[in-house]
């Protein structure tokens, strides 16, 4: 195999062929190395290999060449300098928090991320005496009016779940940078394909896998990438430690979804702007919140920000819950999960479901209306996806 400098090649070629070290059978498909450790050929080699003087596998808790292979893809198109992967999304938030944080350190954080990253900060790093404020995603002076001596990090996703407002990622970073601390980007929704947080200031990315790269809802996983240095001091001695390594298996079909994932995400990004472009024109409801809209409040940054607006739209019925339950309940076709990024289409219900354990005072001031219906727009035929969300509209 000839050795490519794939730094030289766009992420679509990259999604491809980057990664793979073919071994003496000539294989053309990426194997899965289905083994848990490795045999050295003395002891000397053995004491050499533990101590990190000479490279080379050592156990797949800390290494694997089928991981090894989707970190480095996955790194190539995010174009960062190193990437590790986790057994899944919140593993490698968790790493990040574990890696980088120590009692008395301060987090701020977006106030619409996903749950459990939420409940991460709140009921456990807090346990260790970290503090975490909560701001809104895209009131840039309230960060910057949050932020402390002892913050240690900035974190937000950008788009938010589910209302899908965008954040400045890089005006964050410079307000990060400016007080000495990092930027990091849950880049889950909006992929390299759509979105480089590096190119724009940020320090660390982190993904969930699970959604857009797998695309097929098939496996759980992470990912957490950022420059040599933050990895090899503060993550790689946590995963070797924790032990929340991906399996060659799901990293085996990380590493097909993202041969694919450009062309998916194109896909489905076009499907959805037609899909908002459409709900607007229905009778029954109120507002649509997809950032390609002209309505939608931050349409010039997202335009500066993403290469396309994403896959998913949520919308909020005049009806309130009974109306937006009867939507869900007609439909035949879609799928009623939380989960999104899938080539099926799936249809849920925030305020009664990913944001049902919140106080009704804490959804109302996040935004969350009872008639809000959130839709990951999938590759199904946009006309059925359509004939499906008319049953109960
Ligand atoms: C799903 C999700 C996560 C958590 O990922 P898991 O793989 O489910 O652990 C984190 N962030 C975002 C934005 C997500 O959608």
Redesign the pocket.
Known sequence: MKDINWNDYSLETQAIRAGHKRTHEDEHSIPIFATSSYVFKSAEEAALRFTGQKPGNIYSRFTNPTVNAFQERLALMEKGERCLAFS??????MAVGMGLLKAGDHVLCSRG??G??VLMFQNYFSKFGVETDFVDLIDTAAWEAAIKPNTRFLFL?TPS?PLIEIADISALADIAHKHGSLLIV?N??CTPVLQKPFELGADIV?H????YIDGQGRC???AVIASDEIIEKFIYPYLRTGGATMSPFNAWVFLSGLETLAVRMKAHCDSAFELAKWLEQQPGIDKVHYPGLASHAQHELVKRQQSHFGGIVSFELTGGKEHAWKLIDATEMLSITA???DVKTTITHPATTTHGRLAPEVRAAAGIKNGLVRISVGLESLEDIKKDILRGL
Do not use: Q, Y
């Open positions: 899944s999304g919140m593993a490698a938030i991320v996903f459990n990253t996703e779940n849950d889950c929704f982190i969930s896998a699970t959604k759980v996983g992470g989960n999104l990024g």
